[in-house]
């Protein structure tokens, strides 16, 4: 078919990148700000490469590239495809200018503190996209991060949409929340992921923009955990996995996790806690218990390994 005249003009101009220069009112670590949203190193929605951070997502407007860079504290960003606009409207809110750390104070306890002195341009980054963050998380549930990642990597790839722009390698945004419910069972088992996961994001996926509507609209943390949890196969891990990615929640807190209390309890007292030892340790911080845990990820004591790491199991032939 002959593209008309008017035809290829609107199609020049949608390919047509868009730019802009973010400058922050803050110090701004960029790479420590958003990298935290790659799954994996083989992430086929973001990419490093060299000084520039590369990310493909579906926006509400449709399927954008960002490309990042960070030139004398500002960000210089220029974005490919449909949502476009969006995404360099939601730019500030990726670098963390929605984070307010008032009232947030770790002068008592040295460690925190000279951690915080070392990464004090680290934000709490949001995508305001909570059903990639929610079908994320749950791809993340009670399996290795080496499992997760190749999942994640295999359905992005395979049922998303090939990100526009000069990317440095082929990438890809996620599939739409109805592009999530489409996916066969048996594409979902190749990936490697379980039934209990799949069905999970199906289901959620059959009232997806109204959960992202409720989770946007709800104030506190609490509201969007009644809102998360409302739907089957999702509890508080998931759901505050998902608040810390879409939305950068302060104070959310992953309880379930397989490592993070042993990480906690260690860093702050030299001992292993369970699930409860750490909400009591992270109490006096309520309202900014993610940033004390994000903290001690960035530079608090590790505890020795021991033993054999777990050797995941293949199902995918049988």
């Known amino acids: 078919m002959t593209m008309t005249a008017d035809a290829a003009a609107s ?15 803050h110090p701004l670590d960029l790479l420590r700000t958003v990298r935290v949203l790659m799954r994996g190193p083989k992430d086929p929605t973001m990419l490093v490469e060299g000084t520039t951070l590369w990310r493909a997502s579906r926006t509400p407007e449709g399927v954008a590239t960002l490309a990042l860079r960070s030139v004398a504290g500002e960000v210089h960003a220029t974005a490919w495809g449909p949502g476009a606009g969006w995404a360099l409207a939601q730019l500030p809110a990726l670098c963390g200018a929605d984070d307010d750390a008032t009232g947030f104070d770790v002068a008592a306890m040295p460690m ?16 305001d996209l909570v059903f990639d963050a929610l079908a994320s998380s749950v791809i993340e549930q009670k399996v290795t991060s080496f499992q997760a990642f190749g999942a994640w990597r295999a359905l992005v790839t395979r049922f998303g949409a090939r990100a526009p722009g000069p990317t440095p390698r082929p990438m890809f945004a996620p599939p739409s929340i109805d592009g999530w419910r489409a996916i066969p069972s048996w594409a979902w088992h190749q990936a490697g992921l379980e039934p209990p996961q799949s069905r999970t994001i199906v289901a959620a996926a059959a009232r997806g923009q109204r959960i992202a509507d409720a989770v946007l609209a709800s104030p506190t943390g609490a509201d969007r955990d009644r809102v998360l949890t409302s739907l089957p196969g999702i509890g508080a891990w998931t759901a505050s996995e998902t608040r810390i990615r879409a939305l950068g929640d302060p104070d ?5 996790d397989y490592h993070l209390a042993h990480q906690v309890g260690y860093a702050l007292t030299g001992a292993r806690v369970d699930d409860d030892g750490m909400l009591e340790l992270l109490a006096p911080w309520a309202g900014h218990r993610q940033r004390v845990i994000r903290l001690i990820l960035a530079g608090g004591p590790r505890e020795a390994r021991r033993g054999p790491r777990l050797a995941p199991q293949d199902h995918r032939r049988h």
């Open 11 to 25: 199609r020049a101009h949608s390919d047509a990148p868009l730019s802009t220069v973010y400058r922050p009112g």
């Open 112 to 127: 925190l503190a000279e951690i915080a002195r070392r990464t004090v341009g680290t934000r709490l980054t949001r995508t």
């Open 252 to 256: 959310a807190v992953s309880v379930g």
